[in-house]
């Protein structure tokens, strides 16, 4: 059994808590990324379960064995770091091959070639066994160091920020080969990334963390669709989510907001407001359209193309501003354009003003 278990797990520095009391259940062959800003415990979290970190309290168990007493070679994982650093004076054959020469007993040398053979097969290197590191590309290198960690056949795989040497593209390709890759060997991954597109693309369920705490643990749809807070709103989306300050209004037997952009109808029933009983909005640029109107007091004041998209920055009353996501082969909008700015009540988020805890999402019902 791969599956992994962390029970009130903190680890401090000082008066610092690197990881505050995590609870994380990752599932047999999940693929999991731990996502969140530099310095919000990923590594911490990823190193404790690896055996490089003992924790402060909490427990940790690999299948049903706890393992938060034992020595990293003893935990049956298998790591690849950021700066997965190849032997230089080995080839890709005899760097894949190194955990296999370390192995008491040392598997026989045809054992060797065959698991080595396969590895890269799978990786798709294996026209380059008898290459040096420096003679390779930096995504071939990359699928050496995987190589390495995969010639174990280890119960889990750790990765730290794998791809984040390779340049952008490089980036996605290796992105989707590690996909496969995983849909290949049905494997447990637990990957620490800071890029939220990585993780939304890769993961079978993302762990958003934030200054040491675990945020919201759920597929990619849900971080996305219903963020527990305004922290993992903004945090997960190519862009920043808009957020409006303004007050709840009734409009003919339903909730409606009243912003800076005029009366947003949110095409639910009211409810009881609970918390500080402050709210604020949460739109994607995504979630608003812009309308072409003269007269609309609403302006752009930015236009920006981005391939595919056009991205619209639009103020409103007291300087209020939002980030519209436009078409710019259908909509024909400029800087200095009025707008009218209409609001998808169906992708409309709800947050504590103050705690930014999730209010609503949607059309929904009011979050428990
Ligand atoms: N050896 C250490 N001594 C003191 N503080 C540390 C040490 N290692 C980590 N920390 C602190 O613990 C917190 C979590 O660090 P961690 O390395 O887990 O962050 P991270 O999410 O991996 O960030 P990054 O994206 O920058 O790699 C940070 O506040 C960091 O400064
Ligand atoms: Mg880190």
Redesign the pocket.
Known sequence: MSTVTFRGVT?R??A?V??DALDLDVGEGEFVS?L??????????L?LLAGLLDADAGSIMIGDREVSQLPPEKRDIAMVFQNYALYPHLTVFENIAFPLEARKPRPDAANIRTRVEKVAATLGIGNLLARYPKEISGGQQQRVALGRAMVRDPKVFLL??PLSNLDARLRIRMRRDLKALHQALGSTIVY?T?DQSEAMTLSTRVAV?NL?KLQQYAPPAAIYGRPVNAFVANFVGEQETNFLDGTPVAEGGTLAFATAFGVISLGRPPATVTGSGKLRLGARPEAITALPDPSAEARIILAELAGADLFLTVRGRDAAEVVVRADPRADALAAGDGVRLAFDPQRMHLFDAESGVAVSHGGGPFVD
């Open positions: 680890k520095y000082g610092t690197a990881l731990l969140g800003p530099s310095g919000s415990g990923k590594s911490t979290t190193n730290d920020e620490v800071h963390f040491g």
